[in-house]
Every structure is written in C-alpha cells, then in structure tokens.
C-alpha cells in the first residue's frame, strides 16, 4: 500500500508534514484522503511532478473534491449541500489530476470509474486544507492573448498550442495557461516545453477544476493567471480552453470585456468541419465578437481545407505548417515587425 499526493492538491500549496485527518462535511476544493477500493477506468493518478502513478486497491489518495461535466469522460461531482467524508464514506475518481466527487454517468466505452473510500478531510491543526480561488486586477492589454478553444476534448487544441508556442517563442517570451477545464498538469507541461518562459493554470489559481464554479470566479481567476504571467515577463500569452466552448465557464470568459480586448485571435479547433460551422455560428449568436482563426481538424488536411473554404469562406490553419503558422501570427500581428515594442531585446 502506498499514499500518492495528486497534481491537483498543488493549488493548495505545500502541505504540511504533520497534516491530520477527521471526518466531516467536504465542499468543492476540500483536500481528502481516500483509499482506493476498487480500479476502475482512472486506473493512474497524476503526481505534482507530472508523472503518472499506477493505483492498486488499498493505495491511499491525497485528492480534491470538486466537479467534472466532460461529455468525453465521466460526469459527476460534489452535491450542494456536501459530501459526507468518513469511514465508509464512499465517492469516486472523476479525472486522472485526482478530483474526486460521485460518479453521475460513466460511459459505456470507459467502464465504471475507479471507486474509492473517503477516509477524512485534511486539516493542519487550526482549519481544513483547502483549494482558495484566487483572483487578479484585469488586463491591461498591454500583452496579446492567444485563446485556443475547441469544439469536445481531445480534438488537438494542446497541438496546436503547443506549435503555436515554439513558433512564437523565436521572437518573444511566450507565457503559457489553460484558464478552464478539470485540473491535470500534463497540457501545461506540454505547452511549456514547447518553449514558453513562465506557465501557471487555473489549478495555481485556486481551482482544481472550472466546472460548478460561478463564471466571476473563474473570470477572476484568469485575471489573476494573466497578471501572473506578464509579471513573470510575458510578452505574448497563449491560453488555452479545456472541453468545449459551451461548459467550464468559457462563456464568461470570452464574454469578459477585459480578456475580449487583449485577445488577438480565438483558434477554433474542431473535431471536423460541420463542428467548425457549429462552433463559427454559436460565437456569432452570442455576439461575440473576437478574432476568430479555424484550425485544420487533424484528419484529412486538403478535404477539410477545401470544406471550410467552400462552406465558411476562412482559409484555416495547419498546426503542423510552418508556412501556415507564419501566415496566423502575421495576421493577427504577432510578429516583431508588427508589434516593435513587444520584441525581444
């Protein structure tokens, strides 16, 4: 038997060598120490290091309550008015990051999730161990964000983000976040190997994940993400946005007037191009008004070029093209030519 820490408690802060355990009444963003009883379709939990452990029934978790609503991947999460936490206390791994919560649907695909028993709520003494949503003064503008959103997870918005990111950091300091989705620190870990200089997502802000949050809080926490970034020397920010468009408290943040004025682009990254459509119409309803980029779906690049010119009239982008990426940062002005006071020296 062992105890693994999970990634997501990491918003949380060091924990304390001599923490202590007791039952009670968990909200979202409670720390938690569970026992695996059962592996289920989470058969790995991610570390602080970002690397990926194994789960054995009878390994314990130090994990955060929170909530999930993927339509890729498990629903579920904390009821309103708590969860009971104790011996025999029972919930479930809702993401590999170690947000914890009651499993509502598991797809038929995944099979049922890995079951757990929740054990105590974590305390130092003084008060429970707890994720605390930050937040920060809004943007000045003086520093572009590149959003990358897509259409359902897992449809390449961390690859083009990342060929964004080493395209971009051979002429300025690229900071890297993911400002929504559930808390897993292998998108940022990606996205800063590709050559960014400071990285921090919506965990570091106090949320291990933006889901059953109010869309203030996760605006806020962006905010603080953003301030973060260009303190630490940002000149260019490529942020990307977990799940779809429509959940996680994506709405409020495009909507936010602050963020809309430093947007230089929305990439749109679909699953194919009826999606593209799909996600190019809901924008326009919502009066949303940002630049938009259409990515490539990684399929068949020629067919779905030649769609999205035919059916939508936008020549999109090729991650994988450095001609293509050339063509997106000259026209949204990411380019020291265009932009001479965001140059490196």
Known sequence: MSRVVTSCTRGAGALPADYRIRPGIGRSGDLVLARVLEVGCYPRVEIPSGREVRLRAGDEL???????????????????DGLPVGHGCRADLLAAGGVVGITECSPSFLGPPTRLE???????????????????????????????????????????????????????????????????????LTLADAGAVCAADFVDAGLATTYGHDGSVVVAAAHHLVDRLVAAGSEVIVAELGGDLWAAGIPALLAD???????????????????????????????????????????????????LRDGLGVEPFDATSAEDLQRFCAEFGLTARARPELATT
Request: charged share 15%; net charge positive; proline share 6%.
């Open 257 to 307: 007037p602050a963020l809309r004025q430093a947007a230089c682009a929305l990439v749109l990254v679909p699953s194919d191009t009826m999606a593209s459509l799909g996600a190019h119409t809901w924008l326009a309803e919502q009066q949303l008004d940002l630049p938009v980029a259409h990515a490539v779906p990684y399929r068949n690049v020629l067919a779905a070029r030649q769609r």
């Open 62 to 80: 130090v994990a955060v309550l929170g909530n999930r609503q993927s339509s890729t991947s498990l629903v579920g999460g904390v009821p309103a």
């Open 118 to 188: 929740l054990i105590g709520l974590l305390h130092d003494g003084r008060t429970g161990l707890a994720l605390t949503p930050k937040a920060g003064p809004e943007p000045a503008g003086n520093c572009p964000i590149v959003f990358v959103g897509g259409t359902a997870a897992e449809v390449g918005k961390t690859t083009f983000a990342a060929a964004l990111v080493h395209h971009l950091a051979r002429e300025f300091r690229v900071g890297v976040t993911k400002l929504a989705g559930t808390g897993r620190l292998r998108d940022l």
